[in-house]
């Protein structure tokens, strides 16, 4: 392997050859000319390992919202292996609209926040309780689907663990927004119930639980964004 | 928290949201999730093909961590606890970029790494090699407003791990980026240049070969500091957008 191989993202430069590099019409190699948008190749992603606990630790990490903050909940869940054994290693990571549906963020509609205190970001190690994640946050609201239409209540979650050498992306919505959820897109255009219940959670005595499973029959839905 | 853009500001009207949408890179050019040679990926990534998930304000907007979590302390991982790490000091810098080429300003970057010896200060690592009482192994750095970062350590060791016979990792550090997204997120590792232990180690050829020399960074002699510490390049890229999703009204003869 050469230490520097040029990426070309073009096809047309990319798999050009002696045999077809001078078709007419064809853009010549060092013709001079880009004839796609110049891309730089995104730096690949790499396993977590099971040392993630050095570098990612915040003492607020589970706190999406201040701790003592009014109407706070947990999200709490386990994480399985395929073997249905719990993933004593793993990090959760969760991002989410507030109750009103709005984000802190340059390219969301602005608006009035009411929610001081809120970071809508939350980062739990599964490390103690055992392969266990909690996120305190708000509960959010619904969010604009960019059709016109509402999305459900829903959290954005990556879990990022050795043996994964990508995060992997799933959503977290709630049991008691029925009709909400009855409504959302996202999950009417999973296949069947039994994927659709991999990603509700369901209420509990200080928020909402949902297990997530790598692997095995209950596998969670996990998107590809 | 911080706020700086590097786009004019989003429309604020609820209606006829438009939308960054950030690209994606084609499977052939990104790491898998499991790759067979890399043992703990076998019971741990999801093995049914995920489900695409349309990128809407929860996906194109993502956490912001200011300043306010950043000491300039923590980009010098040679002192801590009262004294000096033993090692090669290395300074490693580089920008953070999307894929467009724009630099992604006042962004947290998190890295973690093994010490001189390839031991992490972790309960679960217990190989016998000396842990360093001044070196934790944990550093933060803020990009500034053009993506730059920059960060003091030292030459992390390899170390053996256990998932085949022999089995080493080449010596790395570990770096997490949020950029302005949660499309954008990213964990990966840095190597350095020439390493011997490449092509042994599953983490390191579960890249595609294509991309591989993304993740190893430049000896930079310029950057080196007389009688003080070497130094390494490595720029960090991010999705980027998709320029042109929205525009309709150009019928495309830019020529
Ligand atoms: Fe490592």
């Known amino acids: 392997m050469t230490a520097h191989q040029i990426d070309h993202l073009s096809p047309q430069v990319r798999n050009a050859n002696e045999t077809n590099d001078r078709r007419p019409g064809t853009p010549r190699r060092g013709s001079g000319f880009l004839d796609e948008p110049f891309q730089l190749g995104l730096t690949p992603s790499a396993t977590v390992g099971p040392y993630l606990s050095i570098g990612l630790t915040w003492a607020d990490g589970p706190h999406a919202v201040a701790e003592g903050t009014e109407g706070a909940i947990w999200l709490r869940g386990r994480v399985f292996d395929g073997n249905g054994d719990l993933v004593p290693d793993a990090m959760i990571e969760t991002w989410q609209a507030d109750p009103d549906g709005r984000f802190d963020h340059p390219d969301a509609p602005q608006g009035e926040r009411r929610y001081p205190g809120f970071r809508g970001f939350g980062r739990s190690h599964t490390v103690e309780p055992a392969g266990e994640y909690g996120i305190l946050t708000l509960k959010p609201g619904r969010v604009d689907d960019g059709k016109g239409g509402l999305q459900a209540p829903h959290v954005d979650v990556s879990v990022f663990a050795r043996g994964l050498l990508d995060r992997v992306v799933t959503r977290i919505y709630f049991a008691d927004e029925a009709d909400a959820n009855a409504e959302d897109d996202v999950l009417a255009a999973l296949p069947d119930d039994a994927s659709r219940r991999t990603l509700i959670a369901r209420p509990s005595d200080d928020g909402y639980v949902l297990d997530i499973h790598l692997q095995g029959d209950d596998e969670t839905v996990f998107f590809a964004v | ?255």
């Open chain 2, 1 to 255: 928290m911080t706020g700086t853009t590097s786009r004019a500001p989003r429309p604020a009207a609820d209606s006829a949201l438009e939308l960054p949408r950030y690209l994606r890179e084609s499977d052939d050019r990104r790491t898998p999730v499991a790759y067979a040679g890399y043992r703990s990926t076998a019971l741990r990534a999801p093995l049914r093909t995920p489900v695409d998930l349309p990128q809407r304000l929860t996906e194109v907007t993502g956490p912001v961590l200011g300043e306010d979590r950043v000491t300039a302390a923590d980009a010098d991982l040679t002192l801590r606890m009262g004294g000096e790490a033993q090692g090669q000091r290395i300074n490693v810098f580089g920008r953070v970029l999307d894929s467009d080429g724009r630099p992604v300003p006042d962004t947290l970057v998190e890295v973690w790494q093994a010490n001189a010896a390839g031991r992490y200060r972790h309960v679960g690592d217990n190989w016998p090699a000396p842990l360093d009482p001044h070196f934790d192994g944990l550093g933060r750095v803020m990009t500034d407003s053009l993506g730059r970062y920059e960060f003091t350590t030292i030459q992390p060791g390899a170390y053996p791990w256990g998932n085949h016979h022999n089995a080493w990792r080449p010596a790395h550090i570990h770096f997490s980026l949020f950029g302005r997204a949660f499309t954008q997120r990213l964990v990966t590792q840095m190597y350095f240049p020439g390493d011997p232990l490449f092509w042994q180690d599953p983490i390191f050829n579960a890249i595609p070969p294509s991309a591989r020399h993304r993740a190893i960074a430049t000896f930079d002699l310029d950057r080196t500091q007389d009688n003080w510490a070497l130094a390494f390049h490595w720029d960090i890229v991010l999705r980027g957008t998709d320029q042109t999703p929205f525009e309709t009204d150009d019928d495309g003869d830019v020529a």
